[in-house]
C-alpha cells in the first residue's frame, strides 16, 4: 500500500503493520478471513479485513495500541447495555477518529487518489481536533456483520466529515467537523469556514458563544427512543484557545471533560430532545431500543445528507473562485446521485 506511517505520516520508523479495523473487532464480528465492501468507486479491490493493512512505525503502534486495548471493553459494554462514564465516551470519540481517518488513508491509497490529494492530516493530526458527533441505532433480527459506509463517495475523499459503522446489531454514524455541535451546545460560535487560494485552507473566525443549548443540534437528527445522540465540542484544534476570550468563560470551563486539553464535556439527547450535560460522575446506559433491519438503508441514505450538510453548513462553499465554487456543487450533486441509488435499493427491498 503506501510508504507513510499511518499514524504520524512520515517513513515508518522499525515498520509494522496497523490494521485499519482492528482484528479483535473483524474476529468479534466473524469477519477477520472475510471480505470488506468499500462501495463503487474502488470496485476491484476485494480485500479481507485480515489485509486491510497500513503500515506504521512501531513506537505510533504501541501507543494506538493502548486506545484499542482501553476501547475494546467500552464498545463492548456499550452493546451490552452497560452504563458509560463522560471519560469512557471521550476515548470512544477518539477511536472513532481513528477508524474514520484510517477509511479515509485505505480510500485515498486504494482509489489511487492518494498523489493527488496529499493526506496531509494522518491519525495523529486529526484524532479529537474538532466537534464530534455519534448517534447510534440499533436493528432488529440482523446476525453478525461487519461494514462501514460512506467512505466511498468523492466528497468523502476530500473531506472525511461523516461515516457509518455497522457493527452486529449497532449501526454508529459518527461525524467531526470544526464548530458541528459548539453553536448549539453554548459553546463559542464557529462562523462559516471561508476558502482562500489554496482549496483546503480554511480560516477559523470565532464569536462569543449563546450559553444554552438549543436543539436540533445537527440537521434533523432528532432525539427517538431509536437513537442515542452524543455530541461532543472539541478546541484541541483551535490556534491559541485558551488565550481568547470566547473560550476562557465559566460555560466553557464548566462543560469541559479537560479544557487544558481542548477536550469539550459530552452532551447526550435519549428518548426526548432534551439535551443532557453528563456530569463527570454519571453514566448512562448509550444503547437504544432496537427497530426493523429496513432502517439501515435510509441511515445509508443519511450519512451521505450529512455529508453533504456539513459541507454546506461549515463551509463557504461560495466564497473562493467559481471553479472552486463548482467544484464543490458537484460534490454535493454526485452525493445526490448516491443517495437516489441508496432510494432506488429500498423500494426495491419493499
Ligand atoms: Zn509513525
Known amino acids: 500500500?503506501?510508504?507513510?506511517?499511518?499514524?504520524?505520516?512520515?517513513?515508518?520508523?522499525?515498520?509494522?503493520?496497523?490494521?485499519?479495523?482492528?482484528?479483535?473487532?473483524?474476529?468479534?464480528?466473524?469477519?477477520?478471513?472475510?471480505?470488506?465492501?468499500?462501495?463503487?468507486?474502488?470496485?476491484?479491490?476485494?480485500?479481507p479485513f485480515s489485509a486491510l493493512t497500513f503500515p506504521a512505525c512501531t513506537k505510533c503502534n504501541d501507543t494506538f495500541g493502548k486506545l484499542e486495548a482501553a476501547v475494546k471493553p467500552i464498545l463492548l459494554d456499550l452493546m451490552d447495555s452497560k452504563p458509560l462514564d463522560a471519560t469512557q465516551i471521550s476515548l470512544l470519540l477518539d477511536w472513532f477518529d481513528k477508524i474514520r481517518v484510517g477509511l479515509w488513508l485505505s480510500e485515498l491509497t486504494l482509489s489511487k487518489k492518494v498523489d493527488k490529494i496529499d493526506p496531509k492530516f494522518h491519525i495523529n493530526d486529526r484524532l479529537g481536533q474538532k466537534d464530534r458527533v455519534l448517534i447510534i441505532e440499533r436493528l432488529q433480527d440482523v446476525g453478525e456483520g461487519l461494514a462501514f459506509v460512506g467512505t466511498n463517495s468523492p466528497l468523502f475523499v476530500e473531506m472525511p466529515s461523516a461515516f457509518a459503522l455497522i457493527i452486529n446489531d449497532f449501526v454508529f454514524v459518527n461525524a467531526s467537523?470544526?464548530?458541528?455541535?459548539?453553536?448549539?451546545?453554548?459553546?463559542?460560535?464557529?462562523?462559516?469556514?471561508?476558502?482562500?487560494?489554496?482549496?483546503?485552507?480554511?480560516?477559523?473566525?470565532?464569536?462569543?458563544?449563546?450559553?444554552?443549548?438549543?436543539?436540533?443540534?445537527?440537521s434533523d437528527y432528532n432525539a427517538s427512543p431509536t437513537r442515542t445522540l452524543i455530541y461532543q465540542p472539541m478546541f484541541r484544534g483551535v490556534p491559541e484557545y485558551a488565550a481568547s476570550?470566547?473560550?476562557?468563560?465559566?460555560?466553557?470551563?464548566?462543560?469541559?471533560?479537560?479544557?487544558?486539553t481542548g477536550t469539550g464535556g459530552i452532551?447526550?439527547?435519549?428518548?426526548?430532545?432534551?439535551?443532557?450535560?453528563?456530569?463527570?460522575?454519571k453514566k448512562i446506559s448509550l444503547a437504544p431500543r432496537s427497530q426493523h433491519s429496513d432502517r439501515v438503508y435510509q441511515i445509508i441514505q443519511e450519512v451521505f445528507k450529512l455529508q453533504n450538510h456539513i459541507l454546506s453548513s461549515r463551509v463557504d462553499i461560495d466564497s473562493g473562485t467559481k471553479l472552486q465554487s463548482a467544484f464543490w456543487r458537484n460534490m454535493i450533486g454526485q452525493n445526490n446521485m448516491l443517495i437516489a441509488a441508496y432510494q432506488k435499493t429500498l423500494a426495491r427491498q419493499k
Open 245 to 260: 476570550k470566547e473560550f476562557t468563560t465559566p460555560y466553557v470551563l464548566n462543560h469541559s471533560l479537560n479544557y487544558d
Open 267 to 281: 452532551f447526550i439527547q435519549r428518548g426526548d430532545n432534551q439535551i443532557k450535560y453528563l456530569d463527570a460522575d
Open 177 to 218: 467537523e470544526y464548530g458541528l455541535v459548539s453553536n448549539k451546545l453554548g459553546f463559542p460560535q464557529f462562523r462559516k469556514m471561508q476558502f482562500t487560494t489554496d482549496r483546503n485552507a480554511q480560516i477559523l473566525d470565532i464569536g462569543m458563544g449563546r450559553h444554552k443549548t438549543t436543539h436540533p443540534v445537527v
Open 1 to 47: 500500500m503506501s510508504k507513510f506511517c499511518i499514524f504520524c505520516g512520515n517513513k515508518p520508523e522499525n515498520k509494522n503493520k496497523e490494521h485499519i479495523i482492528p482484528q479483535w473487532l473483524s474476529k468479534h464480528t466473524n469477519r477477520f478471513h472475510k471480505v470488506c465492501e468499500f462501495g463503487e468507486s474502488v470496485t476491484t479491490a476485494k480485500i
